[in-house]
């Protein structure tokens, strides 16, 4: 999700998020492993790209309910819904997000880039 903001004074000024964390309740237990391929096939992301998922309540075996993940750079909030549903509906065995609370931001990355055109810096465009 990235905003241009209209050049001023020879800078131009890009808003976006860098990563936002969520934290999500499922209606049944699973390991992090399964969460984090299901993540990586909604997202359709190659194996390439890190995708950290915690389980915050792990218990024997490693299964857990709750678990914490980092989408890096992501291309709209529908697209984070979406996201959450679906791992919803597939790990809470089909039951509807009933609850806000069932999923929370819990972190987010901010970034607020400053460019100089030509005429302000020497070169080309180039980060302030």
Same mark, same amino acid.
């Given at each position: ?90 790990? &809470? ?23 100089? &055109? ?7 465009? &180039?980060?302030?």
């Amino acid at each position: 999700m990235t905003k241009a903001i209209k050049k001023t004074s020879g800078l131009r000024y890009d808003i976006a998020i860098d990563w936002i964390e969520l934290e999500i309740e499922f209606g049944a237990k699973t390991n992090f492993h399964t969460v984090q391929g299901e993540i990586r096939s909604i997202l359709k992301l190659p194996i390439e790209i890190g995708l950290w998922v915690e389980p915050l309540d792990e218990g024997p075996g490693g299964a857990a309910t709750v678990f914490r993940f980092k989408i890096q750079e992501p291309s709209s909030w529908r697209q984070l819904v979406n996201l959450v549903q679906k791992l919803h509906y597939k790990f &809470s065995k089909g039951m509807p997000v009933i609850s806000a609370s069932l999923c929370k931001v819990t972190g987010i990355e901010i970034a607020f880039d400053i460019y100089g &055109s030509s005429d302000f810096c020497v070169g080309q465009d &180039s980060r302030v």
